[in-house]
């Protein structure tokens, strides 16, 4: 686990722009009930988080459609938190960063690490957008 003044900017990367840190299993559960999109983002304190992930997160909701809920875990910090969100993304194997698009609860889209690592942010919030646009 991380200390907390660690991972405290790298929360804030996400929050100062609206994401809603989830820190239980109950949390998790609650937020994906609410009727409407929620995009959850996995955290981590990894290079490609910080490059590639928050901020292709933060540029995706520069569009017309976005989703009604953004909320996000921390990977290695919120274990509870992370694998209630993983236990949504199933079929997908656990990786962090990541991130889905709920709508009403059910996944609809799902960006693996793998899909991020090595892309630039601006092509991550290309594809959020397409999922917006479609989704939302």
């Not at 790298?10 to 989830?22: A, H, P, Q, S």
């Not at 995706?60 to 993304?89: C, Q, W």
Request: with cysteine; net charge negative.
């Amino acid at each position: 686990m991380y200390p907390a003044e660690l991972v405290k900017p790298m929360r804030e990367d996400l929050t100062k722009v609206g994401f809603e840190e989830l820190h239980t299993a109950q949390e998790v559960d609650a937020a994906l009930a609410k009727e409407g999109t929620t995009l959850v983002v996995v955290n981590s304190v990894c290079g490609c988080a910080a490059a590639n992930a928050r901020p292709g997160a933060r540029m995706s909701l520069d569009n017309a459609k976005k989703p009604n809920h953004i909320v996000t875990v921390f990977a290695g910090v919120d274990k509870e938190a992370v694998d209630a969100a993983r236990g949504y993304m199933v079929p997908f194997p656990p990786s962090s960063p990541s991130m889905a698009l709920f709508k009403d609860g059910e996944l609809v889209h799902m960006l693996e690490r793998h899909h991020i690592e090595g892309r630039p942010a601006e092509l991550i919030a290309d594809n959020l957008k397409d999922a917006y646009n479609e989704h939302c």
